[in-house]
């Protein structure tokens, strides 16, 4: 199977737009590995502009969360119920998302770009609660651009880094971004068990089918 930097080398900005607006969607792919790799690769070889990867990917991850919100609105919690199952979207997961929606209302959009568990089905979960459509977009728009700028640079600057470097300065330097990565995937995931046993405390009945 093709890695995502081949992808991203034979197929470029398409591949970006097309995995992080499917993610955002509500479908589970790696949108948020795809911006990384892209602005490495734009720092260490400069076959891509770093603000054409920004653009793309906010201009994606709003538009597939647009998407995301229609399905919402059409279909609600009972899509995720019935078909989240096929795509890790467990229903500890659902009522996560439901519970954060409810206690946080519409910064939960602003913030949700950042979290993985919740990227992908914010704008279901937006439109299930029927969220208004102006106030929707406007969280959307700046939860994406604020993500893809901060990732995009923040990898941009580590490519370049690596461009600069040589031997086992380059060993090393790949070693302390992998501990902090595993660093950073053990907090997420153990705040996620935090938040997730919070909201079967507030939402204790199963959710069920309409």
Same mark, same amino acid.
């Given at each position: 199977?093709?890695?995502?930097?081949?992808?991203?080398?034979?197929?470029?900005? /398409?591949?970006?737009?097309? &995995?992080?607006?499917?993610?955002?969607?509500?479908?589970?792919?790696?949108? @948020?590995?795809?911006?990384?790799?892209?602005?490495?690769?734009?720092?260490?070889?400069?076959?891509?502009?770093?603000?054409?990867?920004?653009? %793309?990917?906010?201009?994606?991850?709003?538009?597939?969360?647009?998407?995301?919100?229609?399905?919402?609105?059409?279909?609600?919690?009972?899509?995720?119920?019935?078909?989240?199952?096929? /795509?890790?979207? %467990?229903?500890?997961?659902?009522?996560?998302?439901?519970?954060?929606?409810?206690?946080?209302?519409?910064?939960?959009?602003?913030?949700?770009?950042?979290?993985?568990?919740?990227?992908?089905?914010?704008?279901?979960?937006?439109?299930?609660?029927?969220?208004?459509?102006?106030?929707?977009?406007? %969280?959307?728009?700046?939860?994406?651009?604020?993500? $893809? %700028?901060?990732?995009?640079?923040?990898?941009?600057?580590?490519?370049?880094?690596?461009?600069? /470097?040589?031997?086992?300065?380059?060993?090393?330097?790949? &070693?302390?971004?992998?501990?902090?990565?595993?660093?950073?995937?053990?907090?997420?995931?153990?705040? @996620? $068990?935090?938040?997730? $046993?919070?909201?079967?405390?507030?939402?204790?009945?199963?959710?069920?089918?309409?």
């Amino acid at each position: 199977m093709p890695s995502i930097a081949h992808l991203i080398h034979v197929y470029g900005l /398409l591949v970006v737009a097309g &995995l992080i607006g499917l993610e955002c969607v509500g479908l589970p792919f790696p949108g @948020e590995t795809v911006l990384i790799v892209a602005s490495v690769i734009a720092g260490a070889k400069h076959d891509l502009n770093i603000a054409s990867v920004i653009l %793309t990917a906010a201009g994606a991850a709003i538009i597939g969360r647009m998407i995301g919100y229609v399905i919402g609105r059409e279909y609600g919690y009972w899509l995720l119920l019935r078909y989240g199952g096929y /795509l890790w979207i %467990t229903e500890s997961r659902i009522k996560l998302g439901q519970y954060l929606f409810l206690r946080h209302g519409g910064k939960i959009i602003l913030l949700a770009q950042f979290l993985p568990v919740l990227r992908s089905i914010a704008g279901i979960l937006a439109g299930a609660n029927r969220m208004p459509w102006p106030r929707f977009i406007l %969280t959307s728009i700046i939860g994406a651009f604020l993500w $893809a %700028t901060l990732f995009g640079l923040a990898a941009y600057s580590l490519g370049r880094q690596v461009e600069r /470097l040589t031997g086992w300065m380059v060993l090393a330097f790949g &070693l302390v971004v992998l501990i902090c990565i595993v660093v950073a995937a053990a907090f997420v995931r153990r705040h @996620e $068990a935090q938040l997730t $046993a919070e909201a079967e405390q507030a939402l204790p009945e199963p959710l069920k089918l309409p």
